[in-house]
T-cell receptor
Framework: GENVEQHPSTLSVQEGDSAVIKCTYSDSASNYFPWYKQELGKRPQLIIDIRSNVGEKKDQRIAVTLNKTAKHFSLHITETQPEDSAVYFCAASQGTGGGADGLTFGKGTHLIIQP | DVKVTQSSRYLVKRTGEKVFLECVQDMDHENMFWYRQDPGLGLRLIYFSYDVKMKEKGDIPEGYSVSREKKERFSLILESASTNQTSMYLC?????????????FGDGTRLSIL
């Protein structure tokens, strides 16, 4: 089955700096890579996702890059703000089930934004 | 906006009890999922369902079963609860569509088995 590794487990950055979280996956058949943000005591919320037919996707301060050859993908957050503090999860699935695919998650990164 | 509702935020049960966790979604989604979340382990897939009465095992199905009698409702059943099933349980749903569909999560049920 799929295995997703996520690094680092904790990331502390100064407010206004950039943050990068990296994930690798094992199953070359994976095609769908979402990122979730989970604030303390709340549900995971999808913040951005990428499919294997593109290499990069951007939404305001958030971007995701995908390297299918190397089987890794990364989340980039620029101009970090205090409200970016949360746990971030990457995930992967084959995505070919038209929605009927369970996600395999990384173990999470606790992002701390220092004022 | 998608609404995934889990019946309980907190639940305390005893070892050996049969436990039911309920999840309802209001967007007519075909696919529903159950995950458990443990500190340092991320989210792990227990079971999922792509249609009424259909179910598929995820990565950690042992000790669990599921029921999907109606499209909007997906139940997770702990046949005989054990202390190692103390965890946060999250339900999610997606519609059927093209390559990769976003999963929408409920608020979770924090289950403690004593």
């Amino acid at each position: 089955g799929e295995n997703v590794e996520q690094h680092p487990s904790t990331l502390s950055v100064q407010e206004g700096d950039s943050a990068v979280i990296k994930c690798t996956y094992s199953d070359s058949a994976s095609n769908y890579f979402p990122w979730y943000k989970q604030e303390l005591g709340k549900r995971p919320q999808l913040i951005i996702d990428i499919r294997s037919n593109v290499g990069e996707k951007k939404d305001q301060r958030i971007a995701v890059t995908l390297n299918k050859t190397a089987k890794h993908f990364s989340l980039h957050i620029t101009e970090t703000q205090p409200e970016d503090s949360a746990v971030y999860f990457c995930a992967a699935s084959q995505g070919t089930g038209g929605g009927a695919d369970g996600l395999t998650f990384g173990k999470g990164t606790h992002l701390i934004i220092q004022p | 906006d998608v609404k995934v509702t889990q019946s309980s935020r907190y639940l305390v049960k005893r070892t050996g009890e049969k436990v039911f966790l309920e999840c309802v979604q209001d967007m007519d989604h075909e696919n529903m999922f159950w995950y458990r979340q443990d500190p340092g382990l991320g989210l792990r897939l227990i079971y999922f369902s792509y249609d009424v009465k259909m179910k598929e095992k995820g990565d950690i199905p042992e000790g669990y079963s599921v029921s999907r009698e109606k499209k909007e409702r997906f139940s997770l059943i702990l046949e005989s609860a054990s202390t190692n099933q103390t965890s946060m349980y999250l339900c999610a749903s997606t519609r059927t569509g093209g390559l990769g569909q976003p999963q929408h999560f409920g608020d979770g049920t924090r289950l403690s088995i004593l």
